[in-house]
């Protein structure tokens, strides 16, 4: 149970390297992923840590070698929120910028099949924001996957 069945080293780089993987992944896999869940995203998440969890560990099955991935991943997390709040340009390849969907009454149909947000989700921010087609200055699709709608 407290065994290490390899060096504490190799379970702080295996937990590097798939941190960094994953985090270019969810990036890859664009705005829509990382906003509003639906069952099928779950769905994904949930199968993803399940995917990687022997690449994190190896066969090592030990209380200490959980909790050193485990302090590894949050150290990880917590360094690229470090450097992201300071550098605008590491924020914006991590995150990237928000997109414009639509503007003055019209929407970008192009824009939205390649961000993969559907005519419903546009139509549903509009609904929220208690606006008409026709009254829509500008929408928005954040960088957390929300979409924000601003009337004339």
Same mark, same amino acid.
């Given at each position: 149970? /407290? $065994? %290490?069945?390899? @060096?504490?080293? #190799?379970?702080?780089?295996?937990?590097?390297?798939?941190?960094?993987?994953?985090?270019? %992944?969810?990036?890859?896999? &664009? =705005?829509?992923?990382?906003?509003?869940?639906?069952?099928?995203? %779950?769905?994904?998440?949930?199968?993803?840590?399940?995917?990687?969890?022997?690449? *994190?560990?190896? $066969?090592?099955?030990?209380? @200490? &070698?959980?909790?050193?991935?485990?302090?590894?991943?949050?150290? %990880?997390?917590?360094?690229?929120?470090?450097?992201?709040?300071?550098?605008?340009?590491?924020?914006?390849? *991590?995150?990237?910028?928000?997109? *414009?969907? +639509?503007?003055? +009454?019209?929407?970008?149909?192009?824009? *939205?099949?390649?961000?993969?947000?559907? =005519?419903? #989700?546009? #139509?549903?921010?509009?609904? !929220?924001? +208690?606006?008409?087609?026709?009254?829509?200055?500008?929408? /928005?699709?954040?960088?957390?996957? #929300?979409?924000?709608?601003? !009337?004339?």
């Amino acid at each position: 149970m /407290f $065994d %290490l069945s390899m @060096p504490w080293w #190799e379970f702080v780089a295996r937990g590097v390297i798939v941190y960094m993987v994953l985090l270019v %992944l969810v990036r890859l896999s &664009g =705005k829509r992923t990382v906003g509003q869940f639906t069952p099928f995203d %779950l769905l994904v998440v949930m199968l993803l840590s399940e995917s990687v969890s022997n690449a *994190l560990s190896g $066969d090592d099955n030990s209380v @200490p &070698g959980g909790l050193i991935v485990a302090v590894t991943l949050i150290a %990880l997390n917590l360094l690229v929120g470090f450097i992201s709040s300071r550098s605008r340009a590491f924020e914006r390849a *991590l995150e990237g910028e928000p997109v *414009l969907l +639509g503007r003055d +009454g019209r929407i970008f149909e192009d824009v *939205l099949r390649r961000h993969r947000v559907g =005519k419903g #989700e546009m #139509e549903e921010a509009l609904r !929220k924001a +208690g606006c008409t087609l026709q009254d829509m200055r500008y929408a /928005f699709l954040e960088t957390d996957g #929300e979409i924000n709608v601003q !009337k004339n």
